[in-house]
């Protein structure tokens, strides 16, 4: 399975942001090598998918907190792509409790929707605010 790398490209300008990108893209390739272990248990695979989750949760809500803060004017916009990902995330969990559910694919599938949601969120969405962030101090 192809990993997740964060290259210079993809830096929306603002070293905090920059930093959760990386990490989201870490935590999806730790959920991506957690699927290729031997013996994985649905507990392991549950506690991997629930990590990602979080912390993609995490992420979008930082940059939420920043439109609030500054009165971003896409905020809206940008706030409903953040809901599609939501609304697949909470999919691929309530999937967990069908037991017919294969839950090492369920991990695969939702590792690889998050890494290339992210990457396609950044570079379409998200480098859309790096002006009016850093016209607000924000760098
Ligand atoms: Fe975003």
């Known amino acids: 399975m192809e990993k997740f790398i964060w290259k210079e490209e993809y830096s929306v300008g603002i ?6 990108h990386k990490h989201f893209f870490e935590i999806a390739n730790g959920t991506l090598d957690l699927t290729t272990k031997e013996n994985l248990t649905k507990e392991e695979t549950i506690k991997g998918l629930q990590e990602l989750g979080d912390y993609a949760f995490y992420h979008l809500s930082t940059e939420e907190g920043y439109f609030d803060k500054f009165k ?18 909470n ?39 790096t002006k009016f962030f ?6």
Do not use: C
């Open 15 to 20: 070293k905090e942001i920059d930093e959760q």
């Open 91 to 129: 999919e691929y969990f309530a999937r967990i409790d069908d037991e017919n559910t294969d839950i090492k694919k369920l991990a695969e599938e939702m590792a690889s929707y998050s890494g290339n949601w992210l990457l396609a969120h950044i570079v379409v969405v998200d480098k859309r605010y």
């Open 134 to 139: 850093n016209e607000h101090g924000l760098n």
């Open 72 to 89: 971003y004017q896409d905020a809206p916009l940008h706030i409903n792509a953040h809901n599609k990902y939501r609304e697949a995330v």
